[in-house]
């Protein structure tokens, strides 16, 4: 998938010798937003490097994954996910995070819908997320983007008191 670019942001795939990168974005925007995390900074910090090759690496040389990124002056300041099932039905979107300093520019939008974008390119039908029980922010972002909530939650991590929700929304039709 090209870049694209938002005002002074440019939203890309990352490639796998960036797993430094990613792991930076990943360790900062965990540490921002922890209640938005399946791990926290703790856990992820126990990983080595070989661990953070081998997932940057896994994701983004699978032909349904990838991480995408958005870069101002080249300093990362947001990251997201995208992955398709193996049924090629349901695009899945996660590890949304935008840096304090590029919040309220529309740039979360624009990285949530470059990975939707992605998705669509293999034909999903369906488009999932989970999204932690009292982010309004990002729930609003995501209810903008035509998802919904269901009724499916589960603990955002084990030992946590917090919840996430499930939210869906289906693909455009096809315009005839």
Known sequence: MTARTHGHAVIRP??????????????????DSPDASAETVEELLEHDDEWWIDLVT???????GMLAGAFIDEAPVGMAYGRVD?????????????????????????LAEYVID?????GVDRYELW???????????YLSLGYRRTNTTRPLRQGSDRTIVLMERRAEPEEA
């Not at 992605?118 to 293999?122: E, F, L, M, R, V």
């Open 131 to 141: 999204v932690t029980d009292g982010n309004d922010s990002a729930e609003q972002l």
């Open 118 to 122: 992605w998705g669509a390119t293999h």
């Open 14 to 31: 990352f490639t796998a010798d960036e797993w430094p990168v990613w792991r930076e974005i990943r360790l900062r925007g965990t540490e």
């Open 58 to 64: 896994s994701t983004v040389d699978h032909p349904r």
């Open 86 to 110: 193996a049924d090629l039905t349901t695009h899945g979107l996660g590890g949304m995070w935008v840096a304090p300093e590029a919040r309220g520019t529309g740039l979360g939008r624009a």
